[in-house]
Each structure stands twice: as C-alpha cells, then as structure tokens.
C-alpha cells in the first residue's frame, strides 16, 4: 500500500505511484488513479486537489481501489495529483464508516463522504481575523467625547476586541473606534484563534438517587469493557437521564477519548450547554446549522485534531472527523429528527450503533419513550436495559384526564374546551404556568372563500396553503411557496369573504390573548422565531417566570425542563392518529402526548395533564390518560410482530417523480413489472404518493417488504439492474427503513 501511495523510495519511481481518489459530492462509488508526483506524501484519507474532466476538485485519497474497470489505463493519459491540502486526513474509521453506510442506504459512496466534509472553510486558507488593543501609556486623544473615554475604560484591561465588538459594549459607532486607532490610542492586532477548552470529567460531583446510582454504575461499566455494547437508558420524563449519561461522558474523558452527545433540536443545546458547563466547567464544541461557516470549519478541524473533547450537535455531528472516538449518546433516540430523508437517507440512531460497532465503543440510547425498535432490542438482550423508574425531584408523574369534546365542546369559533379554559385559569390564579400545545404551525391549515367555496392550494403541491396571519401570508410547508393573504377571492372577486379554517398555534394564542389578556404570553414555532439566539432567549424567559402561558409546536416536546409548568393541555390530541399510510402513527403519537404531557410538575409543582380528544376510548389515548405504557407497547410490538413491519420485517420505499404525470407513473409501472421474483419479499404498490406532487414533480411509490433474515439491499440492486436507464426529468429515490409515508 505504501508503493501504491507514493510513500516509499525502494526502487520504484515516486512519480509513477498511483493513488486510487474518490471525488466527494459526485453519485459514484469508484476510485480514480492519479500519480503522485516526486516529493509529495499522502497517505489514505488524505485530501487532494486533482484534475478532473475539466474542474479541480478536492478528492479523498482511499486506501484501496473502489470500482472502476479492469482495463489498464495508457500511462501517457493518466493525471498527476495537484497537491495536498493542509487539512488533517479522514481517519480510517470514517473510511469503514463511509462505506458502510454507502452499502446499507445503497447510496454513491462520494455522497456519503461529502457529508463528512461538512464544513467548506475547513478546506480554505485560514483568515486572520483582526482586532483592537490599549496602547499603554499612549497620551489621551486630543478630542476626549464620553463615546471614547467609555471604549478606552473597557480596552484597560488589555484585552483584543474585535471592533465591533467593542463597540457594542461601550455602546458607541465603529467610527468611533477607528477614531481611537488614528489617535495612537488603540492599535490593529491579529486576533489569536480560540481553542476549546478541555472538560474537567472531575469538575463538579452529582448526588445522585439509589435509581440514579444503578445506572451510572452500568454505563460507567460499558466505558470500562472497552469494547462495542449498546444501553438503552429508559427513564421517565424528569428522571434525570442527562446527568447520568453526563458520567458516562465523565470516564470517557478520563480515558483521553472522544465523545459525542447527539441531540435531536438545536433549541435543546441551550439548556443542554448550561447543565453541561456545571458539570465539566466548560462548554463542549457545539455542531448545527445555526453556526457560522468560520465556526463550522473551527469545529472540524479542533474534532480532527483531537483539540475538541466532547462535542454536542444534531444528525450530522456523526459524521465529523473524530481522531479518537469512544462514546456516542444518543438523546431522545426516538425523535424521528433523527432521520434524514434528503440525498443520503439514514437513521442517525441507528447510523450510531453501526459507528460503535465499527469503533469498539460503547453507544447509550436515551429516552423516555423509547422507540419500538430499542425496546424489542432491549427485550431480546441486543441492548442493555436501564430503567430509572422515577423523578429525581421526587415529584409525581402529572396525572392525565381526556376532554371529550363530543361532551364538553368549545364555544362556537373558538378551539379550547371550557374545562381546558378553566384550567388554565385556575392554574394563573395559582401563579403557575401553562403550556398549550398543538403540533400545527400557523394561524389555520385552509382557507376558502365563503361565497364560492374556492380553497387555496399551492401551484406546486397537492397540499392546502396555511395561514401564517402574523405576516400576513399564506405558504405551504412542503415547498416554500408564499403568496400574501388577498383582500378578495381570486376566482369570484368577492371581497371580505375569505374564511380561515381550523386552529394552528397563533389562533390558539389569539384566542388565549383574548381569554386572558394580563397573561404574560410566549408562542413557541420554527418559523415565527428568526434564530437560535431568540429561540434560547425565549426557552430562558420561560424557565426564569416571566412567562405564564406557553404556547408551541413539537418545539416544546423535546426535552425541556420548566419548573414552574404545572399544567399541559393537548389542543388536539388526535391530530397524529389520521396518518392511516404510517405504520408508526401509533407510537409517534404515543411518544409525543408523553413527552408533553410529561414536562408538567417536574420541580415545584403538582403537574396535570388534559388531552382534548373525539376518541377518547382510542388505545393511544387509553395508554396515555392510564399510565400503563407496558399494554400499549405489547399491542404495537404484536402487530408489528403479525405484520412483518420494523424491528421484525425490513422496509423499503421507492419513490419516482417527475414533472410530467403520465411520465412517472408509466415509468413506476415498468419499474414495478421488472421486480424480481423472490420467496418472501413483498413488492406493493405503485400507488400515488399520498402527497402526490410536491414542488411540481408527481409522485408515485413501491413498498418492499422482507423477513428480517433477508438481505434487502442484495435484492435492491439487482432489481435497479434490470431497469432501464433512468434519464431526462425522472428521478428514483430509494429510502432503506422510510419513515416518511406521505
């Protein structure tokens, strides 16, 4: 290997050693040869820049030829690599992990590795980034104004600022700054880069219940086997999951390795950071979509060099260059953002025991509704199973009533039950807070118009446009499309007769503000907040009581800890059971009424719970309002078991689109018709997607179902070669263990 990569001088010439280059980002699984020229060392997951048609790219060099054809290529033709990038090389693990996830997601190879190369300015000269400091016993600027003396009383202390930085805090102009640099007073300096800090795994000790011990005690011993192991840690809402898998993380770093906290909200790092930095004395590397392209690429290569000890993020933290690896957790493992459902699908849970086991470490599962797939895992001895059965406050689990709105409905033109309403009252007569939840963003999902009953729909979807009232707007939230709200009907001109129907968040908070009009209200959704910043500002007003009514989508469901929540009201408890095509709808609903519920009296107060619902008598809600969560899940796990769906059958979706309907639903037909026949796989469909057309593509869909024992992707590729070749407008999406059924 080390002749094929250049890296030797006993007797064959350095330039005409080969080096097989896979090009990230390109739908091939192939190496291509590149010579290496005289002088220059690369070694495998080294990046290159390399000629390629008529661009220069970067490439990764691979350890081994991948693809390609047999035939020997002219030496006269072949290219030479351009240079070495000076990044740190993907780790081996990456490569086995790359190809790996290529193989079960049947997946170009060069896109799985893009997504490791998630962070362009990791890839480009570092830019120095320039500052102001003091100038000691420099003479005071001829013009003193109390703008100056405030920016010269902050810089006394020696530090480098960046100038607009110090500008904000002395709450003057740039120009002032620049002022004091022309006076002598502040000087231009190179600003030096941060480094993270390192986690002190003995920084603070954590008191911790008998439940609590037991548990730290299994996962500190999954650290010490040195070895691959799954835990599934299973603890109530407000049982204190975080700060025993926080001891897990504690005897990795002891150890010198790595470790990874996944989280399924970028909303949750905020609390997460604060709790994280009272238990290890710094903040860990942070990993999302809010960071900046400068930060993104400081995070990567502080993760490839080892600088960064723990790293907290979203789906995509997996994929980062660790240099030593040795613990992933996985928090809230049965949130379903953990799915990715765009250009590589993948389950980032299920992605993260693959890693483990590809690195011999240990990997921690938490949750307090674990997914369908942990639980049979947990029960069959695949995964460890801890189980904290309690809070640690002490606190009850709040208690659950239904409010059949068959019996006890709203008052005409409003969504909340009077015994809802009451609640509420009672609860701000009691000082406490509240939290409405309705998992529907916007002010209502249609509107028609009243005179000629014309229903707006976006021009690219088959799916109503919902009304954002607050800015006015009506968008659809599968595409993008947005139109402002019209003053008349567009196909009959009549004007005021447009008609908003049903209730999203906002008109839930424009009936609260008009019931409770002192209330000091907080509305919590994606798209009402513009950034991360204002996202944990708010969660923070929240958490400190200056917030008495909190209203929100599945923002709210996602781990946070309020404790001064005393009551949950579902707003419409039955919203997730209308998902027939979804063969999760059950357990998804399950898991979110439990999670929201469960935020209510988890501190200071006795917590309740109120479900609005028309069925009542449905096994959800029966599971929900009795507790026994250990019924509801025999009854999933068995149709599971009778229907050959996950975690005891495998699932495949195939999904064809193209612009012209007729185009794409003959091709699905063909597509079907050239099915291989085999025992025990199951081909259905095509059928139209129940969103048929999405930003102007029609969608038809095949679902494949096979045994557990059998080899899916085996029988997927041999079925995509025997299909035509697929060109022009029509596209082929598969998606192995889909958990978009729409």
């Not at 025991?353 to 307090?368: D, I, K, Y």
């Not at 609860?427 to 707006?456: E, I, K, M, V, W």
């Not at 689109?657 to 291989?676: I, M, N, W, Y």
Request: hydrophobic share 40%.
């Amino acid at each position: 290997m080390d002749s094929l990569l250049g890296l030797n001088d006993q007797g064959e010439s350095a330039a005409r050693a080969l080096a097989p280059v896979l090009m990230p980002g390109a739908p091939l699984s192939q190496t291509y040869d590149y010579l290496v020229p005289p002088g220059l060392k690369v070694e495998p997951g080294a990046f290159v820049l390399v000629p390629f048609g008529a661009q220069t790219r970067i490439g990764v060099v691979w350890d081994a030829p991948l693809g390609g054809s047999d035939k020997p290529v002219d030496p006269k033709k072949m290219k030479a690599l351009a240079e070495r990038l000076d990044v740190p090389p993907l780790p081996t693990s990456s490569l086995r992990f790359a190809e790996w996830i290529a193989g079960y997601t049947l997946s170009p190879l060069g896109m799985v590795v893009r997504m490791m190369m998630s962070a362009q300015a990791a890839f480009e000269p570092a830019k120095p980034r320039f500052g102001v400091r003091l100038v000691p016993d420099a003479p005071e600027p001829a013009r003193m104004t109390p703008a100056r003396r405030r920016a010269l009383e902050l810089a006394r202390d020696g530090q480098i600022r960046a100038k607009a930085a110090l500008a904000a805090e002395a709450a003057c102009s740039t120009g002032v700054v620049d002022g004091l640099v022309a006076s002598g007073n502040l000087v231009d300096v190179v600003i030096p880069e941060r480094r993270f800090p390192e986690p002190n795994p003995d920084h603070r000790a954590t008191d911790f219940t008998p439940a609590q011990e037991e548990a730290v005690h299994a996962l500190i011993s999954a650290v010490h086997c040195t070895g691959f192991s799954v835990s599934l840690l299973d603890g109530v809402t407000g049982s204190g999951k975080t700060e025993v898998y926080y001891e897990a993380v504690a005897e990795t770093l002891r150890r010198g390795r790595q470790a990874l906290v996944m989280l399924p909200e970028i909303a949750l790092t905020g609390q997460f950071m604060s709790r994280f930095t009272a238990r290890f004395g710094c903040l860990p590397a942070e990993w999302h979509s809010a960071l900046s392209p400068a930060e993104r690429g400081r995070v990567w290569r502080a993760v490839a060099t080892g600088e960064a000890r723990c790293v907290v993020g979203a789906r995509s933290a997996l994929f980062l260059p660790y240099s030593d690896l040795g613990l992933v957790v996985v928090d809230e493992e049965h949130d379903a953002g953990f799915k990715q459902d765009d250009r590589v699908h993948y389950q980032a849970r299920d992605m993260s025991v693959v890693r483990g086991s590809l690195g011999g470490f240990p990997v921690v599962l938490a949750s307090a509704t674990p997914s369908i797939e942990s639980h049979v895992n947990a029960r069959t001895g695949r995964y460890r199973h801890i189980v904290l059965p309690g809070r640690f406050t002490g606190a009850e689990l709040p208690e659950v009533s239904p409010i059949d709105m068959r019996v006890n409905p709203p008052e005409k033109g409003q969504w909340l039950s009077p015994v809802l309403v009451e609640a509420v009252a009672g609860t701000l007569r009691d000082r406490q807070q509240s939290l409405l939840f309705l998992n529907r963003r916007g002010y209502a999902p249609l509107t028609l118009c009243r005179s000629c009953g014309h229903r707006f729909e976006c021009p690219q979807c088959t799916a109503w446009l919902v009304e954002h009232r607050f800015r006015r707007r009506l968008n659809c939230h599968h595409c993008g499309f947005s139109l402002p709200i019209p003053e008349a009907c567009p196909k009959c001109g009549e004007k005021g007769g447009l008609v908003a129907c049903g209730p999203g968040v906002e008109r839930v908070a424009e009936e609260v503000h008009a019931r409770f009009p002192d209330a000091r209200v907080a509305l919590l959704s994606s798209d009402l907040i513009p950034g991360l910043e204002e996202m944990r500002r708010i969660i923070g007003s929240i958490e400190s009581g200056d917030v008495d009514i909190i209203i929100g989508t599945q923002i709210v469901a996602k781990g946070h800890n309020f404790p001064l929540l005393a009551t949950v009201g579902i707003v419409d408890g039955d919203l997730g059971l209308s998902m027939g095509a979804d063969p999760r709808a059950g357990e998804r609903t399950f898991q979110l009424l439990h999670q929201v519920t469960g935020r209510a009296g988890r501190a200071l107060t006795k917590g309740r719970g109120y479900i609005q619902t028309h069925m009542p008598e449905h096994p959800v809600m029966q599971a929900i309002i009795s507790g026994d969560r250990e019924s509801f899940l025999e009854r999933e796990i068995d149709m599971r078991r009778r229907g050959l769906l996950p975690p005891f059958g495998r699932l495949a979706a195939l999904v064809i689109s193209a612009r012209d309907k007729d185009l794409a639903e003959t091709f699905a037909r063909e597509v079907a018709r050239r099915a291989p026949r085999a025992d025990q796989i199951e081909v259905l469909g095509p059928a139209e997607a129940p969103i048929a057309v999405v930003r102007g593509r029609h969608r038809f869909r095949l679902l494949v179902k096979a045994p557990r024992d059998k080899t899916l992707q085996g029988y997927l590729r041999a079925w995509g070669e025997a299909l035509p070749k697929i060109g022009g407008d029509l596209r082929l999406t598969v998606d192995i263990d889909p958990y978009n059924f729409l």
